[in-house]
């Protein structure tokens, strides 16, 4: 007879490992919501705005419902960071970039990134490899067309705690508790920690080890004409979009720059709550406050059809965006509050506004030849957005073995307990973590089916 897996959350990580598990383990998938929707309120933060645009989801594929799939890996040295080996780790990667494109689509990526790295050979920066596939992918859809296989048992309910032999659950016919021999929590970088301080009886306690990457744009530059910058910032495939971001690091902390199209070298496109106004609308078409603000920014929809359409990068105007990284620290996460609401502390310290700044101003002198004109932002007024990484939430409660072996992903004081979603992680860098969680699932199911 199989062994039982209770899977919490079936957002992108809880759905490629149900599938991964399905044919070893009689694998059930507690998921909270019944439909698609974002989350709002399950945690307070007045930052960010973590609870004003969409940042985290429910429903099956979780917050992919509306994540736009960019795929970067973390070079070595965030690797180190996070406690994983790169050397060991880069199979795991392969398996991640192919569960996304075919061989054929991924060679045309590679090539597009060789070139990139070739034309800014030599300067400051390193480069962010991002490719986009055209398709956005629902991750539930994805990993059940991937992987195949045994039915896996969708249950509807909110997971409570995990206990000695299986998870409590709240549903909307009332409690009740899955059995399993094997639990893993894959309910989110918001979620994940709830779930794994309940179960531990920390229901007061404060979890630590959140960051994640503000965005924030900072400037319109003017480019010359043949700057090699507008090449490198969006190669298109025939199935994805290849972009190089341009990253700085200054006091062990990395910038990442990204250019996109604008239509001259006004600000107002790029200040103000309507600065991400089509993406946001694309995933909330029906908001009437979204709708008014889109009226009232009209330049921002021009250059936002710009990016889109990928006009913009024959022309020479650019705003300039940027991610920052974060660092786990011991006062920043969740505080926890019996029968209550978790509140963020989520925030830029002004050690990372001085290293994001140094590092921006680096990128205006390696390229001091190619910008023609800049207008920018002053550093007090930039106005720093969540990027919806919700990463290292889980980190106190799991050992540090430096390598990827069963003890990464295993609860301290939960037998059989394992977490794997983007709460593992201690270090992201710049990059978008989806890729890296993406792998890190492979490595886990390997794991759990070894002893199956
Ligand atoms: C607009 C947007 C764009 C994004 N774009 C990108 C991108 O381009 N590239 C990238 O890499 N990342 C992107 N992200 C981030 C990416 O979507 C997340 O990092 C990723 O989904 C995290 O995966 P996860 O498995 O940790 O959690 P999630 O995908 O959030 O899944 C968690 C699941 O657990 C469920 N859950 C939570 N608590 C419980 C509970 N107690 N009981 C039962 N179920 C529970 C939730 O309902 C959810 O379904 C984007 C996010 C957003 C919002």
């Not at 974002?38 to 969409?54: K, Q, R, Y």
């Not at 736009?68 to 795991?92: C, Q, R, T, V």
């Not at 790295?117 to 956005?136: D, F, K, Y």
Request: aromatic residues 8%; neutral net charge; hydrophobic residues 40%.
């Amino acid at each position: 007879m199989k062994k039982r897996v209770v899977v919490i959350g079936a957002g992108l990580c809880g759905s490629v490992l149900s599938t991964l598990l399905r044919n070893d383990f009689q694998v059930t998938v507690l998921e909270q919501g019944k439909k698609k929707k974002p989350l709002f309120d399950d945690v307070d933060c007045d930052t960010g705005e973590l609870n004003t645009s969409i940042n985290r989801a429910e429903g099956l594929g979780g917050t992919t419902n509306y994540w736009h799939n960019a795929l970067i890996e973390l070079d070595d040295k965030d690797l180190g960071k996070a406690g994983i080996a790169p050397a060991g780790f880069a199979s795991y990667y392969q398996k991640a970039w192919e569960f996304f494109l075919s061989k054929g689509e991924l060679a045309d990526c590679n090539r597009a990134r060789d070139a990139n790295a070739a034309s800014l050979e030599g300067g400051a920066a390193t480069i962010a490899h991002m490719v986009l596939p055209q398709t956005r992918h629902n991750v539930w859809n994805l990993a059940n067309d991937r992987h195949p296989g045994d039915k896996i048992e969708v249950v509807y309910g909110q997971a409570q705690r995990i206990v000695d032999g299986g998870v409590e659950v709240k549903g909307s016919g009332g409690s009740q508790r899955l059995a399993a021999d094997y639990v893993v929590a894959c309910a989110g970088g918001l979620g994940t920690p709830v779930v794994l301080a309940r179960s531990l009886g920390q229901e007061d306690g404060f979890v630590p080890g959140y960051h994640d990457h503000p965005m924030a744009y900072v400037a319109k530059v003017k480019l010359r004409p043949g700057s090699r910058l507008k090449k490198v910032s969006s190669t298109a495939t025939l199935s994805a979009d290849v972009r190089a971001g341009l990253v700085y690091d200054t006091d062990d902390l990395k910038t990442v720059v990204y250019l996109r199209p604008a239509v001259d070298m006004r600000l107002g496109s790029i200040m103000g709550p309507a600065r991400y106004i089509l993406s946001d609308l694309r995933n909330d078409p029906f908001s009437p406050k979204k709708i008014m603000m889109l009226l009232g920014n009209l330049e921002a929809v021009r250059e936002a059809i710009l990016f889109k359409t990928r006009l913009g990068f024959r022309g020479d105007y650019y705003s300039v965006l940027i991610l920052g990284e974060q660092t786990p620290l011991e006062s920043r996460g969740l505080k926890m509050a019996r029968g209550k609401r978790p509140s963020l502390n989520w925030h830029v310290t002004p050690e990372e506004l001085r290293s994001y700044e140094a590092s921006v101003d680096k990128f205006y002198a390696e390229f001091a030849d190619e910008i023609v004109e800049r207008k920018v932002v002053p550093t007090a007024s930039w106005e720093f957005r969540n990027a919806a990484h919700h990463s290292g939430t889980a980190t106190s409660f799991v050992p540090a073995p430096g390598d990827t072996s069963k003890e990464f992903f295993g609860v301290t004081g939960l037998p059989s307990t394992y977490v794997c979603d983007g709460s593992l992680l201690r270090a992201a860098g710049i990059a978008n973590s989806g890729l890296t969680l993406v792998a890190l699932t492979y490595r886990l199911a390997e794991l759990m089916r070894a002893n199956a």
